[in-house]
Every structure is written in C-alpha cells, then in structure tokens.
C-alpha cells in the first residue's frame, strides 16, 4: 500500500495531526454515532482543511465500557464504527489525499470481553491462563481485601474480586482503570508476542504509525507492594523501554517512516527523555504545554523548558491544547483559572465564551507557530466550547459513575459531543437527513452557528483562521522545520514575541490592553483585528512577515 510523501523519512517531525474522535466527527449509517463511513465521507474536508495525518481513537472490536479503550480484538473493527474493509479503504483514500493515518495501540490493559480474559476466569486459581494478567489470593482471613491498597484512576480500588467456576470468592486481578479492563502482565511472552502482531497487522494495511495509550503503566512491581503512594510499582519501570525498542525494531523493518508516539503522564522531564533515546519512541504528548494557564510568563517556561528537553533528546518537539480527555479550551481560557488538570477539574464555575473564544484564536497561532508538531482535537478548528450541561442519565464515560457522579468532576463527556456539520437544528448534519436515532450525546441548540457550513461562508470564523494558518504553515520554510529555533525577542512582560530564522516572527498579546508590535513586519495572519494604529489587541496574535 503507498504511503504518501514516502520520500519524507521524517514527516512526523512537522506535521499537523487531527485527532478523530470516530463515534462523535460524522454518522455514516444514521445510528446517532459516528463511524468510519461518515468519516470516509469528510476525507476531503480534512484535505481542505490542510492536516498531514489523522489519528484515530481505538475503532477496534470492544463492549464499549470506556469508549473503545477497552480492545476485545484489534484485528477487527467494532460493528459500532464500520468494518475492516472500510478501515483498509480509508487509509488507501487518506494515503491518495496525502494524509497519513495513525491508530491507538491499548497495550497497558484489555477488555473483560477479551478471549484470553473470558478463558483466564474459567481456568480457575494458579492456572497457565491467569497468567497473562495479574490475579492475585486477596489479603485479610478470607481474602475478603485487595492484594494491594492502590487505587484506580477513574476512582475506587484498582482490583475487583472474581467469582471462581465452583461459585466461590476468588481471586483478584489488577485493573489500574475500569474493573472491565484487566491489566495485562506484559512478563508473560504471549502477550509481548501478541502485541508484535497487532502492529504487523495494522502496518501491513498502511497505518504511518501508533499512538501509545498510557505508555508508562505497562510494566509492574511483581511484589505489588500493598502501600505504593508514588505509583512506583506501576509507573516508569526501566524494564518497559525493552518493549518500546523492540516495537521500533517492528517499525523500523517497514518501509517509508512509521512513528511511535507516546502518551507518557510523566511531570519529570528526564524520565520522560528516556523514551525519546534512540531506538525507542520519536515524540511523546506535551502535557504541560496543554495544561498550562493563559498566563505569559508560564507559557513562556513551558516552551522554554519544552523545546530544551526535546533538544536535549534530540527529538522533535510536540504541540497540543486539546484532546478527548481534557476540556474544550474555549472553555478552559475563559474560566477565571485558565490552567488544566485532567483529575481535578473546573466543571460549573462560570465561562466567558467570548473571552475563551479570543484567547482559543490567539493560542491557535502561537501554537502553530512552534517549532514541531501540533496536535488538532476534532471541533477544535470550529471553536466548539465544553458541553456542561448533558443529562446526568446520559452520561457515559466510566470516570462519572467511578468519581461517584461528582458534579465538580462530571468526567469527559463534555468534549466528546458530536460535531455540527449543518443546518439550524440537531443533528446538525453528524447523521444523515433522514436518521431516526439521536446523536448519542446532546448537541447544544446554538452550535447551529458553529457548524461547518456556517463557518466555511464567514472569513472571519474560526474555521476560517485555522485553513489559513495549517496552509501557511505548510507553505512558510520557517515553520515546515523544526531546526529553525525559536528566539525571543524583548516584548512587554503579559506580551510572548519570537522569531522563527529570518522572515518569520509570532507575537501573542497576553494583557488586558493593546500595545505596540514589538518588531516592524508584513502582518500575514492575526486571530482578530488589529489596531488602526497598527497596535496588537488584547487576547490576540499575529504572524509577521520580516
């Protein structure tokens, strides 16, 4: 299968990713959720809208307890999204519209449903097949507690107790997320092997690439020590860097350039280098970039910091403001506190939409002008805001219900709503005209001014100054490398300003006031009006010509 831009062996290191979040971007088959025919359809939309690769969240065979991230099978695709044959036509349409494709990879955990699972509960205590997890006898006079004290990331215990085959209270197996996703013991051969196959068989169908949930987690503490407040146990064990070197072995024995990208929650810089060294992963996610408040003098440590760490580990650096677990970030910047943590959330405080709005364009270009790779959630480029108000009965991420429906935290639905495509009313055009079913989350009534169609006829929306800056940015020789480095240049305190080599500078004003450019130049893009006298409003950026 043809790879497009084959002879760019290093295309990842400058590209523009567009995350596909299938069960939201586009109903193909009217059954209120997305699936890889309504994106099939949209191809050219994404072609027009000037990306280089689409990342996929898992469309593979799964009950669906966790959006997918819990895989039953990934040589299938869930019946839910399509088949594979539409997933093959995909990434060869994609590939003829130079885009490339990269999928999720689940490798710290699996689903209940999982064939291995389903025989490793039948086999009973101490068998060959419980091997491939980790159950382990309970503590106290009847095993009645845990094996460990750890607790799960979406809340509650990390371990549920199993029925044996006799009918008695069994063992516990170890579950870092939902009860119906088992951890896997990434000692045991057969589940290493496993792995190896699954990116043959997505490799061999042309994916350009894996994005690697939770790549720090696989690896665990065989003693499982009962008190583990660190996460040591289970967190950034040396031994997890084996795998990831062997999977670019994989990688690296396929023609064209195959990436390895990590999502690595790790807030130590040299533990997180470790998987950039030769031979392992080419990039990794920015959290701090994405998580950081609308504040300039934070912003500016970010990316210091980020592209020191990056240059350290000779690789390139990554970009991103949102993604399917945090919030809009129209929302996020236009709360009093701008900053984002994905377990402490800000949910029922009061937004300024208008002001998040702002601040969202002007982080846009300041975020496409970076040196590296940026990252779009899907709705991004539309400025889609948080969905707050959904139903509490129709919520549906895990986090809610383990959380202990806490309103504070209502979890991740809020950016998972389904994109508005057209029209003035729900569905807006995410399923065909003549669909019975409703969008599986609620669409907001004024997102009818949001949508695509509506955007694609205003030169001033949102959509608009994303086209112009994806296509500048792939037209402008400053921003298509990442070896032009980023100088500052001497700017008001609340006011970002760097060149990019010679021709090119970005300068973002952060404060509450307008203030002069700190630079002549050609303005080529700014994310709202400038001054009559040439001044650089509030919450709003420009990209000079030098």
């Known amino acids: 299968m043809s790879v497009p831009g084959a002879h760019?062996?290093?295309?990842?290191?400058?590209?523009?990713?567009?995350?596909?979040?299938?069960?939201?971007?586009?109903?193909g088959d009217g059954d209120g959720v997305g699936d890889l025919a309504g994106v099939l359809a949209r191809l050219p939309y994404l072609a027009e809208l000037g990306i280089d690769a689409i990342w996929f969240n898992p469309?593979?065979?799964?009950?669906?307890?966790?959006?997918?991230?819990?895989?039953?099978?990934y040589r299938r695709i869930d019946p839910l999204f399509g088949t594979l044959e539409q997933a093959e036509e995909l990434i060869r349409r994609a590939h003829e519209l130079g885009i490339r494709i990269i999928v999720d990879i689940v490798p710290n955990h699996t689903s209940d449903q999982n064939p291995w699972f389903q025989a490793a509960l039948?086999?009973?205590?101490?068998?060959?097949?419980?091997?491939?997890?980790?159950?382990?006898?309970?503590?106290?006079?009847?095993?009645?507690?845990?094996?460990t004290a750890w607790e799960g990331f979406f809340g509650g215990p990390a371990w549920t107790r199993v029925t044996e085959p006799d009918g008695t209270p069994g063992d516990w197996y170890l579950h870092l997320f939902a009860p119906e996703q088992p951890d896997f013991n990434w000692e045991h051969p057969d589940v290493r092997a496993?792995?190896?196959?699954?990116?043959?068989?997505?490799?061999?169908?042309?994916?350009?690439?894996?994005?690697?949930?939770?790549?720090?987690?696989?690896?665990?503490?065989?003693?499982l020590p009962v008190e583990d407040p660190t996460q040591q146990a289970f967190t950034d064990r040396e031994e997890v860097h084996a795998i990831y070197r062997r999977w670019r072995e994989v990688a690296d024995s396929y023609p064209g350039s195959r990436v390895l990208i990590g999502e690595v929650w790790l807030p130590d810089a040299q533990r997180l280098a470790r998987y950039l060294r030769p031979g392992e992963m080419q990039t990794v996610f920015n959290f701090p970039y994405l998580e950081c408040?609308?504040?300039?003098?934070?912003?500016?440590?970010?990316?210091?910091?980020?592209?020191?760490f990056h240059r350290d580990a000779q690789a390139p650096a990554t970009w991103v403001l949102s993604n399917h677990d945090v919030d809009r970030v129209v929302?996020?910047?236009?709360?009093?506190?701008?900053?984002?943590?994905?377990?402490?959330?800000?949910?029922?405080?009061?937004?300024?939409?208008?002001?998040?709005?702002?601040?969202?364009?002007?982080?846009?270009?300041?975020?496409?002008?970076?040196?590296?790779?940026?990252?779009?959630?899907q709705g991004e480029e539309l400025g889609l805001w948080e969905v707050e108000s959904i139903p509490d009965e129709l919520r549906q991420d895990p986090m809610w219900e383990r959380k202990g429906r806490n309103p504070a935290d209502p979890g991740r639905d809020g950016c998972r709503v389904p994109l508005p495509w057209s029209g003035a009313t729900a569905p807006f055009g995410f399923s065909p005209p003549d669909s019975a079913a409703e969008p599986w989350l609620p669409q907001p009534d004024s997102w009818k001014e949001y949508t695509v169609e509506a955007q694609e006829a205003d030169s001033a929306s949102m959509l608009s100054l994303y086209r112009a800056a994806l296509h500048l940015r792939r037209g402008l020789p400053a921003l298509r490398t990442d070896t032009a480095g980023l100088s500052w240049l001497d700017a008001q305190e609340q006011v970002l300003a760097f060149r990019r080599g010679d021709s090119f500078a970005c300068v973002v004003n952060l404060s509450p006031a307008a203030v002069p450019l700190p630079l002549p130049g050609t303005p080529l893009l700014a994310s709202g009006p400038l001054g009559a006298d040439g001044e650089l409003p509030a919450d709003t950026a420009v990209w000079l010509a030098l």
């Open 293 to 308: 408040a609308w504040e300039a003098p934070a912003l500016r440590t970010v990316i210091d910091d980020t592209l020191r």
């Open 194 to 223: 496993d792995f190896e196959e699954v990116l043959r068989f997505w490799f061999d169908r042309g994916a350009d690439g894996f994005r690697v949930d939770s790549a720090a987690l696989l690896v665990k503490d065989a003693a």
């Open 59 to 73: 469309w593979y065979a799964s009950p669906q307890a966790d959006a997918g991230y819990d895989v039953a099978d």
């Open 331 to 377: 929302t996020r910047y236009g709360r009093e506190d701008t900053s984002f943590a994905i377990y402490a959330r800000h949910h029922g405080r009061p937004v300024d939409l208008a002001l998040g709005t702002r601040r969202a364009r002007a982080a846009a270009l300041l975020t496409q002008a970076l040196p590296g790779s940026v990252y779009l959630y």
């Open 122 to 147: 039948a086999a009973g205590p101490g068998s060959a097949e419980r091997e491939r997890f980790w159950f382990r006898p309970g503590r106290g006079p009847a095993g009645e507690l845990p094996p």
């Open 8 to 27: 760019e062996p290093e295309w990842w290191r400058c590209a523009a990713i567009y995350q596909i979040y299938p069960r939201s971007f586009a109903d």
